[in-house]
């Protein structure tokens, strides 16, 4: 029995034994393939690798690995021959910021680890500048992909460099080339070899009226029509690849439509025709452009009449005739006596519309051989071929007769007043450009006149004229050299007996002439304009000299400056260098007195009413001179803060021999009293004029009994002297 175990507890033993042999062996198997597998798996890994590295070298690109664990980099030959690095310069990411733009290696990095934050798999690019080793500075296109964890934590990241600056250059190129293209004012229609349309621009699609998908892919002989070169434009083709002329090209409606078109063939390295290149002109809009550069060239574009360069020719072909057949001819020139006024209060476009009104105007009441342009502005000239002196003064006198009407202007009735002066052929000139001048010369007088009527050339107007021409040039010279002064009239007060202002009378010290008194430049200054940079020098001088006088210690009293018309029209500019001056030199209000005559408060100062307000209300005080000479306005006094009214001298030189001069000056004094006004009398001579002045309550008195114009060194002098003087017969 126990013989039966054991031999049965033997084959047991076999039998494991076996099985742990065949284990074993099976063991020895399996590790074997395994091992082997592998070194397959690795060689085919390594394969792979050196497939792709010579894959990306081949390609141009560079090959960099990121080991995000060890922070450890590595790049390719390729990167370092790129770059012109060596490995010992660049290995790590310290050399990458180095060699980065901060800005792009910042934006970089940060969409780098961004993206494997976010645990994202598929592949990352971007741009960045890299300065090579030579100075140059290339534009890389980077991508990578990245390889993560089980946790999910990022392992390493690799990838290319490609270096995109040549493409970069050449798609800027094109995309230049088709700005070029798109954007041209020339129709562009590109075909290819087989007369197929592969490109249109915008500018031929507007020619022929098509879109864009009509006509890409559609034969080029679709839409050319055959009645025009087409036999001509195809042999030139054939014979030179290129032709120029004009082809009839079919519209979208059916229509034939002209344009001059130029053709060239663009072909390949072995000479055959890659493309046809066509360039259009629509010759129908290029002779109309033309034709309205000569309209604008030789027609005004507000009115549509004749402008001066029209005339030029036409003047010379009717004086030639004048000339031939011993004709008469008149040449008058129109201008709109008040077209400043209706501009500066009704605005410019009205103004625009009166200037076409006063053309119509003209134009139908000329006869049918005259010939109208408009000069400039609002200035008109009629050239009227065969025609006496007294025919001209007719016509002339009834086209102003109709100019001067008033007319109607969105919806308001506007009064227009026109002057006229004319000239005669072969009477007073022989040319053209004097009869011009002489027609402007007496258009000058007319204006002088008054306006509103009609004056023929007299050879005394052109003296006249040639004198306020020497004046005017005389005047601007005077203004750049500072040759102006100011002398002084002292303003008495007549109760205390001293002095209570002065007032700055402006001399022009002419040279080879001397001094020139006020009367002589004045009103030329004012036409002209140049009153405003006089005036502007009188403001400052005035107020250096009170500063002055004030810090010599002098006995208070004001300065008057008078202020001219020309100047409250523009009173905003005037504001302005009256307050730069009283700031520079330290002069208050108090030293200062506005004197505005009666005629230009009535007549300018609606305009600047406002401004002259904001003087008045800062303290700046204002006097009406010349008071009373016909232009009263007591709604003006009674609404502005005057503080002063002056009695113009006409009335107070008669006072003591005419009743009716001293009744005005009386009622004068009465409405200045009665208004709380002071009130001054100008030109004061006689003890008698003061006393009687004094009687009737009047303030102040300036005139020669006291002193005339003084010298600014002169008037400290006076003042002192004036304590015990005493004048005759007081």
């Known amino acids: 029995m126990v013989w039966a175990l054991w031999k049965a507890w033997q084959g047991v033993e076999l039998i494991l034994l076996g099985v742990a042999i065949v284990a074993a062996f099976t063991s020895i198997v399996l590790a074997t393939w395994s091992l082997r597998r592998q070194k397959r ?109 089980a946790d999910g934590s990022p392992l390493r990241t690799a990838g290319s460099y490609t270096d995109i600056t040549e493409r970069l250059g050449d798609e800027r190129q094109l995309q230049l080339a088709a700005s070029v293209f798109e954007a041209g004012s020339d129709g562009i229609v590109i075909s290819d070899a087989h007369d197929r349309i592969v490109s249109v621009n915008s500018a031929f699609l507007g020619m022929l009226g098509y879109s864009r998908d009509e006509l890409v892919g559609r034969r080029l002989r679709d839409i050319l029509d055959g009645n ?84 030029r020719g036409q003047f010379e072909q009717a004086l030639a005739t004048a000339r031939h057949t011993g004709q008469e001819l008149a040449v008058a020139f129109f201008d709109l006596d008040n077209f400043k006024e209706i501009n500066d209060t009704a605005g410019h476009s009205v103004g625009d519309d009166v200037i076409c009104a006063a053309a ?15 000069f400039g502005g609002d200035e008109f000239l009629l050239l009227m071929p065969n025609t ?18 008033p007319v109607e202007i969105e919806g308001r009735m506007l009064d227009i007043a026109g002057s006229a002066g004319f000239s005669m052929f072969p009477e007073d000139a022989l040319d053209a450009e004097n009869l011009v001048r002489q027609a402007d010369t007496a258009l000058f007088r007319a204006k002088e006149e008054g306006g509103n009527n009609v004056q023929r ?16 040039a005389a005047l601007r010279v005077a203004i750049v050299r500072s040759q102006f002064i100011l002398r002084y009239q002292p303003i008495i007060d007549v109760r205390g007996r001293r002095v209570a202002g002065v007032e700055a009378l402006l001399y022009w010290n002419r040279p080879g002439m001397g001094v020139v008194g006020p009367a002589t430049f004045i009103n030329l200054a004012e036409e002209s304009r140049l009153i405003e940079p006089i005036g502007a020098w009188v403001v400052r001088e005035a107020c250096r000299q009170a500063a002055a006088w004030k810090r010599a210690g002098l006995p208070p009293f004001y300065v008057a ?94 006072l003591m021999t005419e009743v009716g001069d001293r009744a005005i000056v009386k009622s004068i004094i009465a409405l200045g009293r009665g208004l709380g006004l002071q009130v001054v009398a100008e030109g004061v001579e006689s003890a008698e004029q003061e006393r009687l002045l004094r009687e009737f309550g009047c303030d102040l008195v300036q005139g020669y009994l006291y002193a005339r114009p ?3 060194a002169d008037v400290p002098v006076f003042l002192d002297s004036l304590r015990s003087k005493v004048p005759a017969g007081d």
């Open 41 to 149: 798996v690795a060689r085919e890994l390594d394969v792979s690798r050196e497939r792709y590295m010579l894959a990306a070298e081949g390609a141009n690109d560079g090959i960099w690995d990121f080991d995000v664990v060890n922070g450890r980099m590595y790049f390719s030959p390729r990167v370092h021959q790129m770059l012109g690095y060596d490995e010992s310069e660049l290995s790590g990411p310290a050399d990458l910021e180095r060699i980065m733009s901060p800005e792009d290696y910042e934006s970089a990095r940060a969409a780098l680890f961004a993206h494997m934050e976010a645990g994202r798999t598929d592949e990352l690019r971007r741009l960045m500048r890299m300065r090579t080793r030579d100075g140059r500075v290339l534009t890389i296109l980077a991508r990578s992909v990245t390889k993560y964890a």
């Open 228 to 311: 025009g070169n087409l036999q001509e434009h195809d042999a030139a083709l054939r014979d030179t690849g290129s032709w120029s002329g004009d082809l009839a090209w079919r519209r979208h409606n059916g229509e034939a439509k002209s344009l001059n078109s130029s053709v060239v063939a663009v072909r390949d390295a072995i000479g055959d025709v890659m493309f046809r290149i066509h360039v259009c002109i629509d010759t129908a809009e290029l002779r109309y452009a033309q034709a309205r550069i000569r309209h604008l060239a030789y027609f005004d574009s507000l009115t549509g009449l004749p402008n001066r360069t029209h005339l």
């Open 360 to 374: 119509q105007r003209l134009g139908k009441g000329m006869r049918e051989d005259d010939i109208l342009c408009r």
């Open 388 to 405: 006496s002196a007294t025919q001209a003064e007719t016509l002339v006198g009834s086209l102003v007769e109709q100019l001067c009407k």
């Open 457 to 472: 050339f007299r050879p005394w107007m052109g003296e006249a004229v040639s004198w306020r021409h020497d004046m005017q």
């Open 561 to 654: 400056i008078n202020v001219s018309g020309q100047q409250l029209r523009v009173i905003g500019k005037f504001q302005q260098h009256l307050v730069a001056a009283m700031r520079e030199h330290g002069v208050a209000t108090d030293d200062l007195v506005l004197e505005i005559t009666e005629r230009h408060f009535v007549q300018d100062v609606k305009g600047g009413l406002p401004e002259l307000e904001n003087l008045t209300t800062g303290g700046m005080r204002v006097a009406v001179d010349d008071f009373g000479t016909g232009y009263s306005n007591l709604e003006s006094l009674k609404n502005l803060t005057v503080d002063q009214i002056k009695i113009d001298r006409t009335f107070v030189r008669n």
């Open 710 to 712: 003084l010298a600014a």
